[in-house]
């Protein structure tokens, strides 16, 4: 087998495909890339670990307790984002990263501290217990004002489930009294440590309500905890599972991360469909070239075959050697509906372009290829755009075997198919060219009217007789045909069969009939069309001014300039324009007359009847 | 005899057809898709003795062929393929300069002549 399109091969085309198309494939990365860092900064973890990083300057007598409840965070928490120890110095003026922020507290299965405010308690006694700051308390319950109400719960703040602070435990570091600039909270910090790590056991057990009494009296707190096993997430902050993530993610976030996956899915699908179609059309291209070079030295070999005998041309015999290539080649191609179509493009194209001798080779090599059928199978086909294919190949190919099939479309509803069959049936016929248009119903337009006179100029010894018949025809839109015929190809003897169609009930037709006499000038044209004027709609006897206009001689002035004073406002442009295109009419004698017309609008002036 | 002949024609079998009956009588065909290559391949080789052009191309016309080697001062004669036997193409081919015209369906027997024909009498005014 020739031109064998091996895998090897697939792949090296595929390799070239990439090698050409480096530009697009960088495209296609870069995409990739921002959207895998979009995708990836709405994952979870990072939103976790990243989204809500807050810096915080030391100030003066502050102490890491006192910054960890000021954001809401554990102590070591800051120390582990700020790579610190408990043993690393705290310096006023130094910048440490807050990690986390409050929602994220409770979110993360940490423990609200509830505070039941007691008689004779106020803010700052009770922030002072929690070591935070009366402001805080009010941010946090979103108070009014400072006076609170005995037996009202307030949240005082956050404990870290994995690393639980001292609640009743001094809470406040003890902060040393330094007039340095440092603060030195390292010596405190180590004993916090130790006390961290006694009670660093996180709380255990399902919703518990811990109750502790307060040394100083009646005073409660409650803490109400979430239990591990209810937090979808593990310490990490990760979900589980995809279940646990769909069901507590947050909507618009879960909405966004889906509709970022599904983006990189259509991107990644897209990008794969449009390299397979890339490499498919490399293969097709290669498939595509090997059939031209095929095909245009096959048909060279035939084509420029030089013959001995030239008598018996038009049934010559392919050679031995032309045989064989020719059933080559149709094996090869020609099974593929793809290159049948090329094949009868190309051959079309040629047999359009040569004559003789060559034309009639183009012709054999079409029939041989059976591609005869093929267009007459178009013409069958349900579809009409692959019917006026056919019909276009049959006119191009002069296939008059299916003459009897086009002319059956002539009438056809699609406008398209009928005009395409109309104009192949015209130029199929040998002689009396138009006379198809004796059996069409349907209506013509100019612009197909145009299509067939200069179809019809193509045909050598083109033939026009017999329009009489068209002019009888019971389409109007034939009779107009016909009647324009006339004009173009000068048809004078024809005039009186044109001043006929003066009587016909169309208006079309009458105007047509009109424009024609007035090409065809005709001394007793004048006199029909006076003579049927009173009677005659308002178009047809605008086109009756025009045609005095441009035939009239100065006898009919008169009548004109009387028209100009109509009070059909159409009628006295017609005139105008009549008068105008008389060639002895002085513009300004019509300028006067129109002035006139002005001033004596009133008067009255003779019905269109009367003339 | 050797000598090159550029036929520029859009429609690729009939472009081959040419250059396969023209190569048979023993000239070197070089090939354009359309004016626009004609023109490439016309400043890159000196010695071309003569132009086929088709009138209707993509992206450059024949005629603009013809107009613009008149401007670019190449004297090579030219034949003028065309589709369109009006008097109105037929004379503005003549009048840019074509040696000859030949129009659709043609033979290629005719044109080869025709072909040789040109040749002949430039050679012959050149000499």
Redesign the interface.
């Known amino acids: 087998m020739r031109n064998n399109t091996t895998l090897k091969g697939k792949f090296y085309l595929l390799y070239k495909q990439i090698e050409c198309r480096k530009g697009f494939l960088k495209g296609v990365f870069i995409a990739a890339f921002i959207l895998s860092l979009l995708f990836s900064l709405l994952h979870p973890s990072i939103v976790k670990g990243g989204v809500a990083l807050k810096k915080h300057k030391v100030a003066r007598k502050e102490t890491l307790y006192s910054i960890s409840t000021k954001y809401h965070v554990s102590v070591s928490e800051i120390l582990k984002a700020n790579n610190l120890n408990l043993s690393s110095k705290i310096d006023t003026g130094l910048l440490l990263i807050i990690p986390s922020t409050q929602p994220s507290n409770v979110d993360r299965g940490n423990t609200i501290i509830y505070h039941t405010v007691a008689k004779k308690e106020t803010l700052f006694k009770i922030a002072t217990k929690y070591g935070t700051t009366p402001n805080n308390i009010i941010q946090l319950n979103k108070l009014t004002g400072n006076n609170l109400e005995v037996g009202v719960t307030l949240i005082v703040g956050y404990k870290n489930n994995q690393i639980t602070q001292p609640l009743n435990e001094a809470v406040v570091l003890p902060q040393k009294d330094n007039t340095g600039d440092g603060n030195s909270v390292s010596n405190t910090a180590t004993e916090v440590a130790d006390k961290i790590v006694g009670l660093g056991e996180p709380d255990k057990g399902k919703n518990r309500q811990v109750e502790e009494k307060d040394p100083n009296g009646g005073r409660t707190h409650e803490v109400k905890t979430r239990a591990p096993q209810d937090d979808p997430r593990n310490k990490k902050g990760e979900y589980r599972n995809l279940g646990d993530y769909f069901k507590y993610s947050s909507l618009p976030l879960l909405i966004l991360r889906i509709g970022a996956i599904l983006f990189i899915l259509a991107i990644v699908i897209i990008a794969v469909v449009i390299l397979t179609m890339r490499t498919n059309k490399t293969i097709d291209d290669n498939k595509k070239q090997q059939f ?1 070079k095929f ?3 096959l ?2 070999q035939i ?2 075959t030089d013959k001995e005998n030239e008598t018996d041309e038009f049934e010559e015999e392919f050679t031995h050697e032309q045989a064989k290539l020719i059933e080559e080649f149709e094996r090869e191609f020609l099974t593929i509906p793809f290159f049948r179509q090329v094949a009868i493009d ?2 079309i ?2 047999y ?8 009639k080779r183009v012709e054999n090599l079409y029939y041989e290829f059976d591609l005869v059928n093929d267009t007459l199978r178009k013409i069958k086909s349900a579809r009409w755009e692959e019917k006026v294919r056919g019909i276009r190949e049959v006119e191009q190919m002069h296939l008059r075997q299916a003459y009897k099939q086009v002319y059956g479309l002539i009438n056809h509803p699609n406008e398209m198919l009928r005009y395409e069959a109309q104009l192949a049936v015209l130029s199929l016929r040998r002689a009396r060219h138009l006379s198809f248009l004796e059996k069409l119903d349907t209506p013509l337009s100019a612009w197909q009217h145009m299509n067939l006179v200069a179809k019809l100029k193509k045909i050598p010894n083109y033939d026009v007789r017999n329009l009489n018949k068209l002019l009888d025809s019971p389409n109007p839109s034939v009779n107009v045909f016909a009647i324009r015929m006339i004009q173009d190809f000068n048809m004078v003897k024809n005039v009186p069969e044109v001043q006929r169609m003066l009587d016909h009930p169309n208006e079309d037709v009458k105007v047509a009939a009109i424009k024609t006499l007035s090409y065809l000038h005709n001394d007793k044209s004048i006199l029909k069309l006076l003579s049927a004027y009173p009677g005659e709609s308002e178009r047809v006897q605008s086109e009756i001014l025009k045609y005095i206009g441009v035939t009239g001689s100065g006898e009919h002035g008169g009548m004109l300039r009387q028209l100009i004073g109509s009070s059909n406002t159409n009628i006295s442009h017609a005139a105008q324009e009549a008068l105008a295109l008389m060639s002895y009419q002085p513009l300004d004698e019509l300028n006067l007359l129109l002035d006139s017309k002005t001033t004596e609008s009133t008067k009255a002036l003779p019905e269109s009847g009367n003339i | 005899m050797g000598m090159k002949i550029l036929v520029a024609e859009d ?4 472009r ?2 040419i250059q ?2 023209l190569e ?1 009588d023993g000239y070197e065909i070089l090939t354009a898709k359309n004016g626009h290559e004609a023109i490439e391949v016309i400043t890159k080789t000196d010695d071309i003795d003569l132009i086929v052009t088709d009138i209707l191309m993509p992206f450059m016309t024949g005629l603009e062929l013809v107009s613009i080697l008149k401007s670019m001062n190449k004297t090579i004669p030219i034949i003028v393929l065309s ?1 369109m036997s009006v008097e109105k193409t037929v004379l503005e081919a003549f009048r840019l300069g074509a040696n000859d015209f030949i129009t ?6 005719e044109l080869a002549a025709r072909v040789k024909r040109v040749l002949e009498e430039v050679g012959n005014t050149t000499k």
Do not use: T, Y
């Open positions: 031209d095909f245009q030295d048909v060279a084509i420029f190309r051959l194209e040629v359009k372009s040569l004559s003789g001798l060559a034309a | 429609e690729p079998l009939l081959r057809l396969i009956r048979k589709s659709k369906p043609f033979s290629p027997n």
